[in-house]
Structures are given as structure tokens and as C-alpha cells.
């Protein structure tokens, strides 16, 4: 018994040292991939890195041959070009005349305006102001030739200096350029009479031009050069570099890694090598003492396999990237290592329980079955043939959508089958499916088809007007539904048209009433303005024109507050001091508040309160807003002569307050329309009102819990107001 366990942790323990040495061997074989071209000969020479030092270098040997050949010795003239002049001198005009066109462009359309408004000053001032910025332009802008030959000088001097300094610094690199004849045009070589001797004698590395292109790269251009001026270019890097270089220090890193990686391919190789053939024995001869990788195993057959399938191309994928963003093979050696190192275990000993699995399913034929049973996707297909919801359009629309995919896909594997000139049995099954779903399609279009033309023929008289034409419902399913809907939707229709019609009438009374009301007051301002600006009027004419424009200012702020009042009970914005208020005495002390006004009209109050306090919690001072708007219209509105009743009682937990007078004008409108905002039933609108009064109390009452309604019988006008009351 002890020696069984012995063993049982001995290969346990194996089992995980041979999982960490195949994730070696898989790390080596990434860096391998990731570094393959450190592995050339002549691998920092070969590199991209030293092609691009080298083409820069040849492109400044070249400038310097060229475009600076005897440089220093050349005169400040000789140094310009008249073409170098003729380019400045043109890029400063074009410069300069943007500017001037973007000054004109800026005043262009003020200037216009003004002249068409007949303003000369403002024509006058835009005008100077920008000759006076184009002036200031043509003065910071007024260089000379000589000007520019200065600028050009100071340019190529810079040019050239750096240029120099640039191959200067890479004078490690030695070239060679000479014509066909072999005379030599330029080199930084002392005392050569032959390169070839040179080269054989010195070079660790050398490279000659033009030579035979197999691959285009970044020295194509040294080479297409060298041919088409029939030139030979040498570039050496000899052996007795110096060790302080750039170059050498490139070179030696090179190497370094590409030995690395030498060593790496030993390492992977005898990982592999002795890792994959115990992992296969202790699988196949002692998998009952891994006893981890056999829990992991039960586990993990209980997972479906379509979830199975998902998360090992999930993982497979973020290892990939993960694997393949490390750095595992770098000294010195941290602990870091250890940890990616185990990660890749980890994953290796995912991919073997994975592949245990598949070789488990291929014994076990009917095990593999079962798994497919349990899949998610068979378990939800399941449902959906059961489920009558899935049978709808939405569904069908699916299904046709797979179905027409799926066609695209096997026709292009039928073309792809017959340009490779492989017929047979896929080419049959693929033209089988075709066949079946063109006349599945056809049918199933035009059973559809009719139904559809049926409906858009019902709809189309619906949009013409004709509300009383019915589709015919027959057939099943979701259009069965569409048709019974549309038809339903008829009287529907009738009365959005009909509430359309009368908002679009209110929208344009809202426009009307608004616009009248601000201009009758705004317009008598102008006019008693105006009289106030004429010489010569009296002392008492001038009182007279003020105290006008004093009740119109007034009439013009009495609108904003009651707008501004409106705006806030749109939003919702509205503050509330709530407390508990006697409903009688605050309505008592709005009467009084128009004691003065009662007493001057013909009306005649009839009131009638109840001898016990009543209570509600209220705000105040909005509700006596409430009870001034009202009594307010009144006194506006009311028929001379006439009687005015206020009562106020309370019952079932509720305080009713009622207003009846008798209308001075015909009331011929809806009693809902009095609440529309800027809505007068003095449609001649020549009182003082707003329009607003009813809808903001009407608001008022809303937000704090009670109600606000009116009645019209004739020229009986009665305004009913229901507040929640409280114990007192």
C-alpha cells in the first residue's frame, strides 16, 4: 500500500515536471518563429536595421557628390541658383498674396452689407481698416532679392553642414565609388589602387553595387542608381572596427541572440524529446495516479461540449497572443520566468486533457452521442420546435437568411470545385441544395407574395383617405395579424386626424394670440417714444406720453411674468412651500384684495362659506394666484348687472370652491380649449389679459394634488377647483 502511493506521488510528480518541460520547449519554438531571421549568416548585415544606416549614408555621399560638390570653395552667388530664387521668390508671393486675399475676403461682404444699407461711414471705416492691414502686410513683407539669397545660403550652409557631420559620423563604414573604367570618383579610403585586394585583405563585411536583384529591399535604390549612371559602389566595414562603434555594438548583439537562439534549439529539441514520449507513457500505463489530471477529466466532461468548443477557441486565442508577447529567453534570470513558465504549463496541461478527450470520444463512439445531446444548441433547437413563438415571421426571416448564406457559401465551393476540376459527389450534393431551395423559395415567395399585395393595396387606400376600405383577412400567422391590425387601427387613424387638425389650429392661434399680445403694447411704447423725441411739447404732454409708456411697460412685464410663470410649470421647475393653510380666510383674503374693484363693477357677489375651518397643505402664495386669476376673470368678463357666486364647502375628505358668473361675450368653444396657453375667450382680445391666467392656475392646482375645471352652459360660465383637505 505505501509503495502504491509512493508511487502515485512520484509520477504526480513527474507528470508535472514534463508538463513544464513541454511548455519550454513551446516557449523555444515561439521565439524561435518570432526571431527566425536573427538565424541568417551575416545576420546584423542582412538586418533591415543596417540597411536603413546604410541607404541614409549612401543618400548623404550622394548629396554631398552632387548637389554640394566643392561646397566650401563655391562663392555666395555660385551657391544659389536662379531656379533656387525663382521658387523662393514665387512660394513668397503665393504666400503673400493668400494673405491679401484672405484680408479682402474678410471684409468683402461688411463692406457690401454697409453699401446696401447705404451706411458710407461704416463703407468708409471697413474700407481703411483694410487698406490700413494690407499696407502693414506689404511693409512686414517686402524683401529684396538679396533677401531671399540670404535665406537660401543659410539654409544649404545648414544642409551641408549636417549632411557632412552625418557621414562623418559614420566614416566607420567605408566606401568606394568608381566608374566603369574603374577611375575612381569618391572614397574615404586612404591610399587604395585596388579594392578588390582591399576587400579581401580587411572586410569583415562588405557589399558591392549593382548586383543581381532576386528581392527587392531597402537597398534597391543604391542598386537601380549604380546601374543607370553605370557607377560601381563598394561599402566595407573592415575587421579592426573600432569596439566603441555603433555598428559593432549592433553586430555583437546580433550574434548574441542569434547563439541564443542556437542554444534554444537544442534546449527545445531534447524537451521535446524526452518531454512528449514519458508524458505518452505515464498517460497510457499509470493515469489512475494522476489523480489531479483525473478529477480534471470528470470535471470537465460535464461541461457541454459546444461551451467546450468556444472556450478552447477563446484560449487558444488569447495564449497565442500572449505566448507570443512574452519575453521568457533573457538574462539575468527572474522569477518572472517562473511564473510565465507556469502559465504555459498550465495551458499545455489544458491542450492534453483536450486531446485525452478526443481520443476518449473516438472509443467511445456513444459517449460522443450523449455529449451532442447535451450540447446548448441541440437543447435550444430542441425548444424552438416546440415553441409555436418561433414558427413567426421573425423566425422564418432567419431560417431564410441561414438558407441564403448557406447558398452563397456552397455555390462558391461549387465554383471553386469545378475550377480545380474536382467533381463528383460534393458537386452533386451542392446543385441538390440549390435546386431544393430555389423551388422552396419561389413557392414560399409567392404564397407570400399575395397576402403582402393584399395589404399594401388596403394601405394604400388608407393613405389616399379612404378610411372605409377593409383587407381582407385570411391565411395564418403574423401578416393574418398585420391585416387584422391595420384594419383595427382604422378609427384610430380618424381621431389622431381629427386631434391633428385641431392642434394644428391651436398652434396657429398659440402664434397669432402671442404675437398680438406683445406688439399692441410693444408698438404704443414706440410710437409714445417717438412724440417724446419731437421738440417743442408741453410739460404736460411729456407726463402723459410717460404714464403710457409706464402702463404699457407694465402691461409688456405683466406678459413675461405670466410667460416666464408658464414656462416654469411646463418644466416642472417650480419650488413649493408647503404648509398648512386655512382655505376660507385665504380666499376671503383675496376678495378683499379686490374689494375696490368689486364695489366699481355692476357685479354682485353672492357668497357663501361654511361656519368651521377647513385646512389643506398648500403653498400659500401660488394658490392665492389661483383665486386671483380667477376672480381677475370675473371682473374682465362677467355681463354687467349680474350676479357672481363663490361658494366653498367641503366633502369626502375634499374642499370644493365654485365660481359662477354670466359671460358678456358668446362663448363658442369647448371648455377644455379655455386651458391652451394664450387662449382668450375674448377672441377680439381687446381686454388686458394674457391668456395665460387659467393655465397657470390650472398648473398650480395639478402640482400640489388638486384639480381645476370648467363648465360652459350657454353664457354660464362655472370654474370648479378641487383641494385635498386635512384634519385640522
Known sequence: MAIKLKNKYTVGIAFVILIYILGISLLTANDLIKNKEYLKSDVYFTSSQFQHDLVSYFYNIKNLNEIYKDYSLKSTDDKVTNSEL????????????????????????????????????????????????????KLENSKTIEDFKKEIVAYKNRDYENIKRAVEDKSIIKYYIADSKNNVIDTNIENISDIDEYIEKTALYSIKFPYEVKEFDKMTYINMWAEANNKKIYFVVSKDIDKNSFIYKNYNYYNSVKERLHKEIVIGIVSLLIGLPLLILILKKNNEYVAILKNIEKWYRKVPLDIQLIIFIIYMFIMMKYINKVVFFSKPYRFGQVYILTIVAVYILYLVINVKQIIYFKGNRNEFRIGIKKCLVNKLLSRIRENSKFQSIKFKTKIMTTLTLLLGLITLGVFACIKNSREGFVIVIAISYILFYMIFMIYY?????????????????????????????????????????????????????????????????????????????????????????????????????????????????????????????????????????????????????????????????????????????????????????????????????????????????KIVITMKNTSSYEMDFESEEIFERFKRGDKSRSTEGTGLGLSIAKSILEIQGGELSIKIDGDLFKAKIIIPSIDE
Do not use: C
Open 445 to 653: 415567395i409567392f404564397k407570400i407574395g399575395r397576402f403582402v399585395i393584399g395589404i399594401a393595396k388596403g394601405t394604400e387606400e388608407i393613405v389616399l383617405g379612404n378610411l372605409n376600405y377593409t383587407i381582407e383577412e385570411k391565411g395564418r400567422g403574423e401578416l393574418l395579424k398585420i391585416a387584422n391590425n391595420i384594419n383595427n387601427m382604422k378609427a384610430g387613424v380618424k381621431e389622431a386626424l381629427k386631434s391633428e387638425m385641431k392642434s394644428e389650429r391651436l398652434k396657429s392661434e398659440l402664434i397669432t394670440n402671442v404675437s398680438h399680445d406683445l406688439k399692441t403694447p410693444l408698438t404704443s411704447i414706440i410710437n409714445y417714444v417717438g412724440l417724446l423725441k419731437k421738440e417743442g411739447i408741453s410739460n404736460e404732454e411729456a407726463d402723459r406720453y410717460i404714464n403710457v409708456l409706464d402702463r404699457k411697460s407694465q402691461r409688456l412685464k405683466v406678459i413675461i411674468d405670466d410667460l416666464f410663470e408658464a414656462s416654469k410649470m411646463a418644466s416642472g421647475a417650480v419650488d413649493l412651500e408647503i404648509e398648512k393653510l386655512e382655505v376660507t380666510s385665504l380666499l376671503k383674503q383675496t376678495l378683499g384684495e379686490f374689494d375696490e374693484a368689486i364695489n366699481n363693477s355692476e357685479l354682485t357677489f353672492r357668497l357663501k362659506f361654511p361656519e368651521e375651518k377647513v385646512y389643506a397643505n398648500l403653498d400659500g402664495k401660488k394658490t392665492w394666484r389661483v383665486f386671483e386669476n380667477l376672480i381677475n376673470n370675473i371682473l374682465k368678463y362677467s355681463q354687467p348687472g349680474t350676479r357672481v357666486y363663490i361658494s366653498l364647502k367641503e366633502e369626502d375628505g
Open 86 to 137: 525663382t521658387l523662393s521668390k514665387t512660394l513668397y508671393d503665393t504666400d503673400l498674396s493668400n494673405r491679401e486675399d484672405e484680408i479682402n475676403g474678410k471684409y468683402k461682404y461688411e463692406i457690401i452689407n454697409a453699401a446696401q444699407q447705404d451706411n458710407k461711414n461704416e463703407v468708409k471705416r471697413l474700407t481703411e481698416a483694410r487698406d490700413k492691414e494690407l499696407n502693414e502686410i
